[in-house]
């Protein structure tokens, strides 16, 4: 009896929640989190956390995922320093006034846009890149002047656990906080009152996220995902495009992330040269037998583990095979695989992989990829090898997807002057480098005026003169203007 009413005790529950954020929205109302230093302060914090804690992090998310310490480094570690520097670097700008030109209409004045903090962020983090996905909208809530709760995966627990121990070390506890859990908690934090909540994960969640969110009113930012395509032309230096295809699928977290490429599209007649090539490149990397591989990232859990091989071992799928298929149960290790022309109606075509399994489509002419493309949701990402100029120009025309990239896949993720974000189904919202800042910020329009130059002509009682001048100003020219004034125009 005594350890279930300490376990009650420890449990988050709604009413805790609601203290959290009361808590909160008294220190945001104090003001502290809109100050230059204070953001300032944060933010170098946030960095130290990065810095010093290094091999901790590391440690982590070879706990959580069995994630290569390069990838560790390079895919998370790095690109938050980088964030926190960037923001570091350009927040007195970003937090500058923007003028903004005022019309004839409202002369003389003058306007700028302010950008203000919303308020209370709640940020809700994914497994696959537990530490980037976490702090990474942080460090834009912070530069925006917001207080903060963030929710890590419990699907990672190693590394959720690390961040509250480091958040609660490094960050101001009055106006940052980390909440641990699962669906209770994360429920009990949706039922809360926000000013914005930030969701990276799955499209079912993201739905549920939503709806909380619309009880209050509240703003969403949604990274959610899809099947972000590769489309693969001839006459292309087949050994790079391979490598990279190989590096953005396999080299991120062995398939675990969301703009990982989720299938190919080529020719019939290129195909078999393309398997070639990706075959001899995979056994290059990983060896002839990957599932020993120290450089690929384990399956995240059991349930993944079952979701990814049911769709491997689907009648329409299984004797597509041309390259991997092992596994490993106990290791929730499943090597790179390759199927060749697998039926669109299977399940492996019909919802995100998010895992090492790569299947090839094929088409008799390579523009008909596009169409493909679009016959289904947006994508978070898409890719495109080709060296043909109208080709190109072809895909970024008429491909929507979060974002595209051509000859290589992924690194639009690390460029921070691009948005990063989904559309339709693959999310709303982006953030990354000054679009983080913006992402928090409300734009405020803000219009100065004097008491001079005030013009009787908009003030009752209304003439057909003042009419006439009005419908100068607000249509017509520097003529039409004087024709008004003079009494030559008809109103």
């Known amino acids: 009896m005594a350890s279930t009413v300490e376990e009650q005790k420890v449990h988050f529950d709604s009413k805790d929640a609601l203290t959290m954020v009361e808590e909160l929205r008294g220190s945001y109302g104090s003001g502290k989190t809109r100050s230059y230093e204070w953001r300032e302060s944060q933010l170098k914090n946030l960095l130290k956390v990065a810095e010093h804690h290094e091999q901790e992090i590391v440690d982590a998310l070879r706990s959580d995922l069995s994630k290569p310490e390069f990838e560790a480094y390079v895919q998370e570690i790095s690109m938050l320093k980088n964030s926190c520097k960037l923001a ?38 994914a497994w696959n890149y537990p530490f980037l996905l976490s702090l990474d909208p942080v460090v834009g809530a912070i530069a925006a002047g917001n207080a903060v709760v963030l929710k890590p995966s419990e699907l990672a627990p190693a590394t959720s656990s690390l961040l509250a121990k480091l958040v609660g070390e490094y960050m101001d506890s009055s106006s940052i906080r980390v909440v641990e859990g699962a669906v209770a908690e994360t429920s009990a934090l949706l039922e809360q009152k926000w000013d914005k909540i930030c969701y990276t994960g799955n499209g079912r969640v993201g739905r549920v996220v939503m709806t909380s969110a619309a009880k209050h009113l509240t703003p969403v930012l949604l990274e959610l995902g899809g099947k972000s395509p ?12 391979t490598r990279r295809i190989i590096v953005g699928k396999w080299g991120c977290n062995n398939g675990q992330a969301c703009i990982a490429p989720d299938y190919i599209v080529t020719t019939k ?31 995240v859990n059991s349930n993944h583990y079952a979701r990814l091989i049911k769709l491997l071992d689907e009648d329409k799928v299984s004797g597509k095979i041309v390259l991997g298929g092992e596994r490993d149960k106990t290791n929730l290790r499943i090597a ?79 460029v921070p002057s691009l ?22 910020s409300h734009k405020k329009a803000v219009v100065y005026r004097g008491f001079a130059g ?10 057909k003169g003042k009419l006439r001048l009005l419908k100068a100003l607000i249509g017509g020219g520097i003529l039409s203007i004087i024709r008004a004034l003079f009494g030559w125009s008809k109103a």
Request: hydrophobic share 40%.
């Open 88 to 125: 570091l670097k350009e927040l007195r700008n970003w937090m500058k006034p923007e003028k903004a030109k005022t019309s004839i209409t409202t002369f003389p004045s003058s306007a700028e846009i302010v950008s203000e903090p919303l308020g209370v962020i709640l940020i809700i983090s």
């Open 230 to 241: 590769v489309v693969v032309d001839s006459g292309i230096n087949l050994q790079v495009a």
């Open 269 to 299: 007649d290129f195909a078999p040269k393309l398997v070639d090539s990706l075959k001899r490149e995979l056994e290059n990397f990983y060896g002839n037998n990957p599932l020993e591989s120290k450089d690929l990232s384990r399956i």
């Open 336 to 414: 790179p695989t390759i199927l060749l022309d697998v039926s669109r109606d299977s399940l492996i075509m019909n919802e995100e992989i998010f895992g090492p399994l790569l299947p090839i489509l094929t088409v008799d002419r390579v523009e008909e990829s596009f169409d493909l493309i679009n016959s289904g949701t947006k994508p978070l990402a898409a890719y495109l090898f080709t060296n043909n100029k109208k080709l190109k120009e072809h895909f970024v025309r008429t491909v929507s997807a979060g974002g595209l990239v051509v000859n290589d896949t992924t690194i639009h993720l690390a």
């Open 419 to 440: 948005p990063f974000g989904g559309v339709g189904e693959s999310g709303m919202g982006s953030y990354h480098g000054k679009f983080s800042f913006d992402a928090f």
């Open 454 to 463: 005030d013009a009787s002509v908009r003030y009752p009682p209304y003439t």
